[in-house]
C-alpha cells in the first residue's frame, strides 16, 4: 500500500518536472490539476488526474486511486489504480461540457469472502489480493470558469480482462465529482 502511494506521489512530481520545461507561452490553460472529492468522502480514495488538452475537443489524462482508509464497507476494494484514459468533447466551448471517455485501468484490490470450514465447524474470513487491466468507457460533463476553476462529474464502467474469476468481479466502475484547476 505504502509502495502504491510513493509510485503515485513520484510519478506526479516526475510529470510535473518534465511538463514544467516544455511549456512555452502557447501552452497556457491546456493542462488541467484534479481531485476527485466524492471518492474521498464517500469510500476513503485518494483520487487524483492529470489531463492535457490535445486540441479543443479531445484530451488524454492519467487518473492514480489510492485507497487510505483502514477498512472498507464493502467486501471486494480497489487499493490502488492507475487510469490512462481519453476524452472526446461535443461542445463549441474549448474542451468543456459533455464528454465520452474511453480508458483503461490497471487495478489491483482485495477480497473478502466468507469460508465455513466443515471440520472444524467455523467461519473464517479469507482476503485475497487481485490485480487486474480493464477496458471501459465513461460520460460525463466538464465546467470551467474564466479563471480556470474546473468541475466535472462522471460515470462509466468497464470490465476486467486478465484475472477475473468466481471471487472477483469482472465488473469495475469509474466515475464521481471532481474539482480542479486549468492551468
Known sequence: M????????????????????????????????????????????????????????????LGVLVNVGDDNFLDEYRTFSLTPYYRQYFSRKYAKGFFVEGFGMLNSGKEEYYVYDEINGVDYINDDKYTDFALGISVGGKFVTNRGFVAEIYGGIGRNLIGANQYFSEIVGRGGISIGYRF
Open 2 to 61: 505504502k509502495n502504491y502511494l510513493a509510485f503515485a506521489l513520484i510519478f506526479v512530481l516526475f510529470s510535473f518536472t518534465i511538463n514544467a520545461q516544455e511549456i512555452k507561452e502557447d501552452d497556457f490553460d491546456k493542462h488541467e490539476l484534479k481531485i476527485n472529492a466524492s471518492n474521498l468522502i464517500a469510500f476513503q480514495f485518494l483520487d487524483f488526474s492529470y489531463e492535457t488538452l490535445l486540441n479543443e475537443e479531445s484530451s488524454l489524462g
